[in-house]
């Protein structure tokens, strides 16, 4: 799950920015009154929104999954919820920053 979820935050920052700079696309959406960095700002929210969601999602899943079967119940699954998101920002991060910088 873990490296599913990394996957999913590298392959959605790895072109988020690239390809709207090749489009053109960026330069029509900065010429409203909206800083770059906000619009960058925002862009990272929403990906760690989508990526927080998927993990949150597929940990339940997970957990019922083994609880239904195995009768399994982790002491605190909310703690590697919050490492697990911790890493999927760094990652987000560094990809957006690889994004914004090679186009």
Known sequence: ???????LAIF????AIA???????LHAVLARPISRTSWLAQRWLAFALVTMGYVAVMTMAVLAIAGGIAGYAPISPWRAIAVIGLELSVLLSVGL???STWS
């Open 19 to 25: 390809s709207e700079i090749d489009s053109g696309l």
């Open 1 to 7: 799950m873990r490296f599913l979820a990394a996957l």
């Open 12 to 15: 959605l920052s790895s072109s």
């Open 97 to 99: 920053l690889a994004s």
